[in-house]
């Protein structure tokens, strides 16, 4: 069966865990990969060793903070989007859109919205809003679409190990659950929920408290699927080694393996 894999990772600083990063691209060969939270410029982004791995690259950086890319296995993706539509004064990079090996896939980071209440909170709410938008016309388009990345919400309390130290935290909170709920509504697939059914499933974890340790996780980064592609999905899991390793991201890689689109 000739399948496509795609991931989604938050590198969590794309200079510093650059060793992680093309140790797990060897080893698990994703087809398509969309990193987020770079935390770097432009101009820092590791184009000479992400080529040498094997893949293209698109990117979106920021100095410091946020930053999105979509690395695609022996080709180059094609840019659709760089930014989020809605708000031409947002400079903050948070999405990413390309067409790879057939399929349109996005790379977003969904802001996170701590402290809450506040402006923060306020700005997770209105991006949110403009990319339930956004996808609403990329359902209609009926293309093969993977909607991929940190989205910092917690769908329900089977997602994370306990509620009880994060009844503040925005990743919880009613308003960004009930988008996250409007945003299934419209139709996309919750891979890797679809996939695992009630067992829990966790993505992240964070760097307090032994969380790793004890597998106090969160489940944050989500892969939806268009209609086109949900009913040839394969395969779903998330690459739980990647964070036990020296020096490691809080978040693990999560991917779906789904039958290649015909060109």
């Known amino acids: 069966m000739d399948t496509l894999k795609i991931a989604t990772f938050n590198i969590?600083?794309?200079?510093?865990?650059?060793?992680?990063l093309l140790t797990w691209l060897g080893r698990e060969r994703p087809d398509v990969v969309c990193l987020q939270e770079l935390k770097a410029p432009d101009a820092a982004f590791p184009i000479t060793e992400i080529a040498q791995a094997g893949y293209g690259a698109l990117w979106h950086g920021q100095s410091s903070w946020n930053g999105v890319a979509i690395l695609a296995r022996d080709m180059e993706p094609l840019e659709i989007r760089r930014g989020l539509p809605g708000d031409p004064g947002d400079k903050q990079s948070r999405y990413l859109e390309a067409a790879v090996h057939g399929v349109i896939v996005a790379s977003l980071y969904l802001p996170n919205g701590n402290?809450?209440?506040?402006?923060k909170f306020d700005y997770k709410l209105a991006w949110f809003e403009r990319f339930i938008a956004h996808?609403?016309?990329?359902?209609?388009?009926?293309?093969?679409v993977v909607l991929a990345g940190d989205y910092n919400v917690v769908p329900t309390d089977a997602d994370i190990y306990s509620t009880r130290s994060w009844q503040k935290d925005a990743l919880l909170q009613p308003e960004s659950r009930a988008c996250f709920k409007r945003l299934l509504a419209q139709g996309w697939t919750d891979a890797l929920r679809a996939h695992f059914g009630n067992e829990r499933i966790y993505t992240f974890w964070d760097y307090f408290r032994q969380h790793w340790q004890?597998?106090?996780?969160l489940r944050i980064d989500h892969l939806l699927l268009s209609q086109a592609v949900a009913g040839e999905l394969v395969d779903a899991g998330v690459d739980r080694w990647v964070r036990g390793e020296e020096k490691a991201s809080d978040h693990a890689p999560a991917w779906v393996s789904i039958r290649r689109p015909t060109q």
């Not at 402290?115 to 402006?119: C, E, I, K």
């Not at 004890?214 to 996780?217: H, N, Q, S, T, V």
Request: proline share 18%; aromatic share 4%.
């Open 12 to 20: 969590n600083g794309i200079r510093s865990r650059l060793p992680l």
């Open 115 to 119: 402290p809450q209440p506040g402006p």
């Open 135 to 144: 996808a609403q016309a990329l359902w209609r388009s009926g293309h093969p």
């Open 214 to 217: 004890r597998d106090a996780g």
